[in-house]
């Protein structure tokens, strides 16, 4: 069974930039499908960016974040540019032990989850 952690959240303001970083251990990422999802208050969680055989993205982050893997220290990055007020949120890492073309979306989707990292974007 896989753990995540989740680190790099903060305060930030708007235009400015955040790498989250997502450390797996008790499972190797390269065989897992690896996602961000965030959740803001009052708001259901909803799926930022996956990767697994290809990436794929939420339409409001395309070309703006960036998910990345590094096997050797087994861990998933998400590279956040360009942040904005409204990409405020806890964001979590979540694994589904499936390598496919096809990104899963949903969250019922994954089976582990971090804990999750807060990130505020000031106006």
């Known amino acids: 069974q896989v753990q995540l952690v989740e680190s790099g959240g903060g305060l930030v303001q708007a235009g400015g930039s955040l790498r989250l970083s997502c450390a797996a251990s008790?499972?190797?990422?390269?065989?897992?499908?690896m996602a961000w999802f965030r959740q803001a208050p009052g708001k259901e969680r909803s799926f930022v960016a996956g990767?697994?055989?290809?990436?794929s993205y939420a339409d409001s982050v395309k070309g703006r974040f960036t998910i990345s893997r590094d096997n050797g220290k087994n861990t998933v990055y998400l590279q956040m540019n360009s942040l904005q007020p409204d990409d405020t949120a806890v964001y979590y890492c979540?694994?589904?032990?499936?390598?496919?073309?096809?990104?899963?979306?949903?969250?019922?989707?994954?089976?582990?989850w971090g804990q999750g990292t807060q990130v505020t974007v000031s106006s």
């Open positions: 990767s697994s055989r290809k990436t």
């Open positions: 979540a694994a589904r032990p499936v390598i496919s073309l096809v990104i899963a979306t949903s969250t019922l989707d994954y089976n582990y």
């Open positions: 008790g499972g190797h990422i390269s065989t897992y499908n």
